[in-house]
């Protein structure tokens, strides 16, 4: 049987190995794109054999003739696309791309603003949306543990239908537990036919016994036990996911702002890629009559042809940088009904001016942080569940007094000539029970201790992380509004420079390679200056970010 097995591993091996390679080789056509692949292995009879192998794969087929052949039908397996009719056409939309900009672009007046953006966020984000239904797991949670405060009710029958003693005995009752520990109890029972002398006790009068009582906790279990420890610490499991969902709204957010500004300075790097094309284009009228009267030789004109040709390629590329740039935000900006919306360049608005930082705030933008903060929220609720804990260890060190009372009633004639079922009966118990040693209480306190003190150390470490994170994006905000200044002063001075070389031009003291130079230079200048008015934006985010600016009311549990 092993030499049957061996060459058959060794041949699926084969296969599985030309399957990896095909996949490996296979690349997906676009960017972005879903890639689908196609898992097609060798088919049996093509993987080269030995004469070892031949014999033995004869004498397995021999064999198991439908076993072979479900194997080579399983080896010739293709993966089928997924068909079109299983996608949901309610909830996959496909937004419309909107048509690139036009010659001599400008953003708009009053386009898209940001808080366009961070409102459908809140509104209809999937992934909020999804976070939210974290407040009815914890719910549900909370829910079965009040699940142990439920009613119960209990009833059997027990009959001894054959023998010496026939007995029937039927009963029902109803227990409900206590909010502060014990239980109430009540319940009918009857007992009929002829009962052992030491089970008479089993055996009612005709109408049968009604019985009523209750227990209660003396000491242990008496101000906690497992089932209110369980619904406590259920009841602040409700309130921890709300720092969860505060976490993940704040990462949205700085998400969506980080598309939005992308956006923007992409259409901001649009409307340089515009100006310089218009630039060279321009210029080749003029340069054309200048040639065709003899003031300019022939090979002026071709390179500002070629100047032209590769400026209208950088347009190209920064239509497709743009698009892309709206494609990215659509995931973030949608409608009321939380389908996602490219935004159209007609909507794409300048950068707003800069805000001067007041670097006296960050000492009281820091403490903001910490009272905010969603983390420091989540370790509060942590204390308080630990602190749970350590009072249910606590209460496993007392000793466990149960007085349980119970009163009983018979009704009906009478089964004895003694009458012995028909007065009231009560009783009271007392139950006692005293672990000595005490170990699982003891383990529980020192590990639960344990736990706060990590937790407290955990809490230190967390507060001054926060602190730093704040203070850190205090600085790149300060950093990069200076560095913002400093570039727009530079786009002046390239811009400047460029001009006079083109005046220059114009009046025959200067040639096109020097025009070109200014011109790119001035072009550096421009869209260095976009990216240090993204970088202070992406940092106004951060900062954001970091005082937990973003919140959503909390869930009001029952």
Request: one cysteine or more; proline letters at 5%; charged letters at 30%.
């Amino acid at each position: 049987m092993l030499r049957v097995w061996i060459p058959l591993i060794a041949a699926i091996a084969v296969g599985c190995a030309g399957t990896r390679q095909k996949v490996s080789q296979s690349q997906p056509e676009t960017v972005g794109s879903i890639a689908r692949v196609t898992l097609e292995s060798e088919p049996f009879e093509a993987i080269e054999k030995s004469e070892l192998q031949l014999t033995s794969y004869r004498e397995r087929e021999a064999s198991f003739p439908e076993a072979s052949q479900s194997e080579v039908t399983a080896s010739s397996q293709v993966m089928s696309p997924i068909p079109s009719e299983i996608i949901n056409e309610e909830t996959t939309t496909i937004p419309e791309i909107p048509p690139l900009p036009g010659e001599d672009f400008e953003p708009a007046e009053n386009g898209i603003v940001l808080e366009d953006i961070i409102n459908a966020v809140y509104q209809s984000y999937p992934l909020l949306e999804a976070a939210l239904y974290s407040r009815e797991v914890a719910s549900g949670d909370r829910l079965e543990t009040l699940g142990e405060f439920d009613r119960k009710l209990k009833a059997g029958t027990e009959n001894g239908p054959m023998g010496y003693y026939k007995t029937y005995r039927q009963h029902i009752g109803l227990i409900q537990p206590l909010y502060r520990g014990g239980e109430v109890f009540a319940g009918y029972r009857i007992g009929r036919g002829s009962f052992q002398p030491w089970y008479l006790e089993r055996q009612t009068n005709e109408g049968g016994e009604f019985k009523a009582g209750f227990s209660v906790p003396l000491s242990r279990n008496r101000n906690i036990d497992a089932r209110r420890a369980a619904l406590w610490r259920a009841t602040y499991g409700v309130e921890a996911v709300e720092p969860d969902i505060q976490a993940q709204l704040i990462a949205f957010v700085q998400e969506g702002t980080y598309a939005y500004w992308d956006w923007v300075a992409e259409g901001a790097k649009l409307v340089i890629a515009d100006r310089i094309l218009r630039l060279a284009q321009d210029r080749t009228d003029r340069i054309r009559s200048q040639v065709d009267n003899g003031f300019l030789d022939p090979p002026e004109l071709t390179d500002n042809l070629r100047l032209v040709a590769e400026r209208l390629g950088k347009r190209a590329f920064a239509e497709r940088k743009l698009q892309q740039a709206a494609i990215k935000l659509s995931l973030y900006y949608r409608d009321v009904d939380g389908k996602p919306l490219i935004p159209d360049s007609e909507n794409l608005p300048r950068f707003p001016e800069l805000e001067n930082v007041n670097s006296e705030r960050v000492a009281l933008d820091a403490k903001l942080a910490l009272e905010r903060r969603p983390e420091i929220y989540a370790i509060n609720l942590l204390q308080h569940q630990l602190n749970i804990d350590h009072s249910e260890a606590l209460n496993d060190t007392l000793p466990s007094v149960d007085l349980v009372m119970a009163a009983s009633q018979d009704v009906g004639l009478r089964t004895s000539q003694k009458n012995d079922k028909g007065p009231f009966e009560l009783d009271a118990l007392l139950f006692v029970e005293v672990p000595l040693e005490r170990r699982k209480a003891r383990g529980k306190i020192q590990s639960v201790s344990g736990k706060i003190s990590q937790l407290n150390a955990k809490r230190k470490l967390m507060e001054e992380k926060i602190v730093v994170e704040v203070e850190s994006a205090f600085a790149g905000l300060i950093g990069a509004y200076k560095q913002a200044k400093q570039a727009e002063k530079a786009v002046g001075y390239a811009e400047d420079l460029a001009r006079r070389e083109r005046r220059n031009f114009e009046e025959g003291l200067s040639d096109l390679l020097k025009v070109t130079l200014r011109e790119q230079y001035a072009v550096e200048s421009a869209e260095k200056a976009v990216d240090a008015k993204l970088l202070y934006f992406k940092e106004q985010a951060d900062y954001r970010a970091a005082l937990a600016q973003d919140h959503l009311p909390q869930f009001a549990a029952e």
